[in-house]
T-cell receptor, first 114, second 112 residues
Framework: IAGITQAPTSQILAAGRRMTLRCTQDMRHNAMYWYRQDLGLGLRLIHYSNTAGTTGKGEVPDGYSVSRANTDDFPLTLASAVPSQTSVYFC?????????????FGDGTRLSIL | SQKIEQNSEALNIQEGKTATLTCNYTNYSPAYLQWYRQDPGRGPVFLLLIRENEKEKRKERLKVTFDTTLKQSLFHITASQPADSATYLCALALGNNNDMRFGAGTRLTVKP
């Protein structure tokens, strides 16, 4: 089934450790996004990529980095995890960049930093 | 500062009634507004998009309105069913094309 695959589905991590959340899409979408979702705050954009080879910062980029080596993969890295990064992380994609483009989401990674 | 507010955290209605969810925004001038559905433990799923020059958009039992004067969108589900129980999110783009802002969502429960 076409869509977005995120891994792992959940993880408990010690503070200070490095962690990479994986995201793969098979829809050949150009644009990809990473969000975090916290209770009462809704989804907040961390980083985005308009197309392979380009990335940009969203609303809450500090403490996170991304890369986009190819169309399908868009990993999110926490270089040194802190408890405030405990959240549910969603990867999304859209066929192209634009305010009128619907986004397709994965089912998230639940991350707890202790 | 820019804000998106959805009318309430939770809405409970009886099966068969019409559910109406509200999305208000301040300090935005969005050209488009989107609505998503999110089930527990799942990612959001796109439902409808409405443009600023469209007053209303329909899809099956769903209807969305967009009032740029009031800075408000209403999302209606007619003849609601227990299967419609979910959290509904509104979203709009902030200026540039990549910065989509989401409301915190309204959790709808339809009781049989």
């Amino acid at each position: 089934i076409a869509g977005i695959t995120q891994a792992p589905t959940s993880q408990i991590l010690a503070a200070g450790r490095r962690m990479t959340l994986r995201c793969t899409q098979d829809m050949r979408h150009n644009a990809m996004y990473w969000y975090r979702q916290d209770l009462g705050l809704g989804l907040r954009l961390i980083h985005y990529s308009n197309t392979a080879g380009t990335t940009g910062k969203g609303e809450v980029p500090d403490g996170y980095s991304v890369s986009r080596a190819n169309t399908d993969d868009f990993p999110l890295t926490l270089a040194s995890a802190v408890p405030s990064q405990t959240s549910v992380y969603f990867c999304a994609s859209s066929s192209r960049t634009g305010r009128n483009q619907p986004q397709h989401f994965g089912d998230g990674t639940r991350l707890s930093i202790l | 500062s820019q804000k998106i507010e959805q009318n309430s955290e939770a809405l409970n209605i009886q099966e068969g009634k019409t559910a109406t969810l509200t999305c208000n925004y301040t300090n935005y001038s969005p050209a488009y507004l989107q609505w998503y559905r999110q089930d527990p433990g799942r990612g959001p799923v796109f439902l409808l998009l409405i443009r600023e020059n469209e007053k209303e958009k329909r899809k099956e039992r769903l209807k969305v309105t967009f009032d740029t004067t009031l800075k408000q969108s209403l999302f209606h589900i007619t003849a609601s069913q227990p299967a419609d129980s979910a959290t509904y999110l509104c979203a709009l783009a902030l200026g540039n094309n990549n910065d989509m802002r989401f409301g915190a969502g309204t959790r709808l429960t339809v009781k049989p």
